[in-house]
């Protein structure tokens, strides 16, 4: 089983930015998918983007396309999440996922392993 560990998580003004990692220990099959998700108070965990270690194909969703970046660093097993332009409604509880399967997919119930998850928290 794969450990993730996110951290960088934070208060940030609106137009701000900040910087999400996740670092996975453990055995990760070289087709691991890693997602990020996030979950409002009161709302469902919504899909953010997600990266596959093989080939580096990342797939993210239509509200943070532009603001949002998926990267990774093979050889810390971490990936990063560069949120630029933050608005109040990117607040949330931030999630990493993972599966390896090697499907990127925008379902939670498609990543086996996941995070404790990191507050960010966006003022206006």
């Known amino acids: 089983q794969v450990q993730l560990a996110e951290s960088g998580g934070g208060l940030v003004q609106a137009g701000g930015s900040l910087r999400l990692s996740c670092a996975a220990s453990?055995?990760?099959?070289?087709?691991?998918?890693m997602g990020w998700f996030r979950q409002a108070p009161g709302k469902e965990r919504d899909f953010v983007g997600a990266?596959?270690?093989?080939?580096?194909?990342?797939y993210y969703t239509d509200s943070v396309k532009g603001r949002f970046t998926i990267s990774r660093d093979n050889a810390k097993s971490t990936v990063y999440l560069q949120m630029n332009s933050l608005k109040p409604e990117d607040t949330a509880v931030y999630y990493c996922?993972?599966?390896?399967?090697?499907?990127?997919?925008?379902?939670?119930?498609?990543?086996?392993?996941w995070g404790q998850g990191t507050q960010v928290t966006v003022s206006s």
């Open positions: 990266i596959r270690w093989s080939d580096t194909y990342i």
């Open positions: 453990g055995r990760t099959a070289s087709r691991y998918v």
């Open positions: 996922a993972g599966n390896s399967a090697g499907v990127v997919s925008p379902s939670p119930r498609t990543y086996d392993d």
